[in-house]
């Protein structure tokens, strides 16, 4: 039991730095030009030099939610984290582990909502760029989705040991 309490800690405490980095880092989508390579994140457009992200005025509201909810699911995926080890100290038995695992799962559901969101209306829009595909960040926020998914069930399965 303890061999699989330290391997979903180590588990959570990759997701949590995997979403750090997805949601820091601007290679969410990458594309060339005649000018170069250049990489578009949730924040700034970097060719040579970063700027700010340019953003059709109806696709503002989009990216500020995606932005939000990835930022959000940092911070459940941070709470979900302190939870675990609060809850493993203080709590009984058969009681441990029900927040953890549901805060974990809303962590899920943001990462869900904020990549299908930027799935749906940035994927492959890169204005003056040709041949955009998804950079590392975005397959980072894919990999973070499904470890929180599996990281919350395993929690609620846990609380019965």
Not at 31 to 41: C, D, T
Not at 70 to 94: C, N, P
Not at 117 to 136: C, L, P
């Amino acid at each position: 039991m303890l061999v699989l309490l330290a391997g979903i800690f180590v588990v959570h405490i990759a997701t949590v730095i995997m979403l750090f980095v997805s949601t820091i880092a601007n290679v969410w989508m990458v594309s060339s030009s005649n000018v170069g390579m250049a990489s578009s994140g949730l924040w700034l457009l970097c060719n040579k030099t970063c700027e700010q992200l340019p953003v059709n005025s109806h696709d503002d509201a989009s990216l500020k939610a995606v932005q939000a909810f990835m930022i959000l699911s940092i911070i459940f995926s941070v709470i979900a984290l302190v939870m675990f080890i609060v809850q493993l100290f203080t709590l009984e038995k058969g009681k441990r582990f029900y927040i953890t695992g549901a805060i974990m799962l809303v962590c899920w559901m943001c990462i869900l909502i904020g990549v299908s969101i930027y799935t749906a209306r940035f994927t492959g829009k890169m204005v003056g760029f040709t041949n955009s595909h998804h950079g590392y960040c975005f397959i980072l926020a894919w990999i973070c989705f499904c470890f929180s998914f599996i990281i919350g069930i395993l929690y609620l399965v846990l609380r019965k040991k």
